[in-house]
């Protein structure tokens, strides 16, 4: 690229005026004069644009009329201080170069508005608008947090399986893995994974704090906005850890994800809150400025029979809480994000342990506003006879589950750990409504393009 190439986020930011240099991007705009073509021009770096001054004596006829919307160009020129508003500098042009046009008006994002139905249908391209390369940029962000937090906490960084036999929910909802003219390609039935935990378990039990990072599937058949076939998952696995430690570094794990994108994406934040969800930068200073509402599966039970609220769902004890009865408890009652624990044993997944009372296990999830439950974990069942216990009383084999037996066998501790679904939390950074807009290339049901 060479060191005259320039990104726009940085010209805007620190560039001076009399600076000769490069600048490369796409034509968001184009406006032609007699004297003067005026070109926005965005690199993807930033939700901000340069204006580019191309003077008439420079903009010969054959390139000006080329570079419509959607073209790539290539710009040399000068930085001068600008006299329009609301942009301190703007790049007089001295050469001028189209990389590649984009068909006029065939071009599918001409400067309009568009569904979020129809950007779906184009997804190979909606990086390049303002909504969806905001997105993604704060997707980076958080992505890049996720390691620093974790890395500056000591936890080791692990791949976990792709291709698993075991089930790690007890749900079934997996994709089988088979190859053309073989039942079992692995001498076994194997699945797509929906979690690395047990894997990160046994890791763990070697390495002390580890956190996985990677794709996960799961074969439900939901529609809904909140749902994926194929979405990431961030799984920490602590061992000497117990269900307080869980809470505490899950609240410090958000808090960290929110304070990165107020740090390094605030220009993006600034249009979301705009143009998207006028109430998403007071949520986020919410979650990052207040102490973490924590009780009990029974008292928030309770909160929500006796609140005279109409749900949908009727809360009853020993059922799963709701999206509507998570939203009610963050954004009516405690205004503020909620750590509920101690869910019935019944709807809660084999390794969790069991407590004293032998009807709730040490679970956990955290609730936010506007998002419902956005982690959940557990203390893990390290007591080995009643691991064995849960396990037959869910109809699973124990054979299947061996190895992950032998962990408790050999040397076994208190541990806990918990997951958050990446593309959750950037859709509570962003305020976007649709899970399907928070990843590039979304995979659901019947959904499968690029």
Known sequence: MGKSLKRIKTILSDGEAGTMLTVKGWVRSRRTSKQVSFLVLNDGSTI?????????????????????????????????????????????????ELLGSASGENYPLQKKGHSMEFMRGIAHLRARTNTFGAVFRVRSTLAQATHRFFGERGFNYVHTPIITASDCEGAGE????????KDHFFGREAMLTVSGQLNGEALAYGLGLIYTFGPTFRAENSHTTRHLSEFWMIEPEMAFYDIDD?????????????NSVFEHNPHDLEFFNKFIDKSLVSTLETIRDSRFERISYTDAIGILQASGKKFEFPPAWGDDLQTEHERFLTEEHFKRPVAITGYPKSIKAFYMYNNDDEKTVAAMDVLVPRIGEIVGGSQREHRIERLE?????????????SWYLDLHRYGAVPHAGFGLGFERAVMLCTGMQNIRDVIPFPRAPGTAAF
Do not use: H, W
């Open 246 to 258: 869980d809470v505490d570094l899950a609240e410090d794990y958000l808090k960290a994800l929110v």
């Open 48 to 96: 901000k644009t340069l204006q580019v001054v191309v003077p008439a004596e420079i903009a010969t006829a054959s390139v000006v009329d080329d570079i419509t919307t959607g073209a790539s160009v290539s710009i040399k020129g000068e930085l001068v201080e600008s006299p329009g508003k609301g942009q301190r500098v703007e790049l007089r042009a001295t050469e001028v």
């Open 174 to 181: 997996m994709f089988e893995v088979k190859t053309s003219g």
């Open 389 to 401: 216990e849960r396990l037959l009383a869910d109809g699973m084999d124990l054979e299947d589950y």
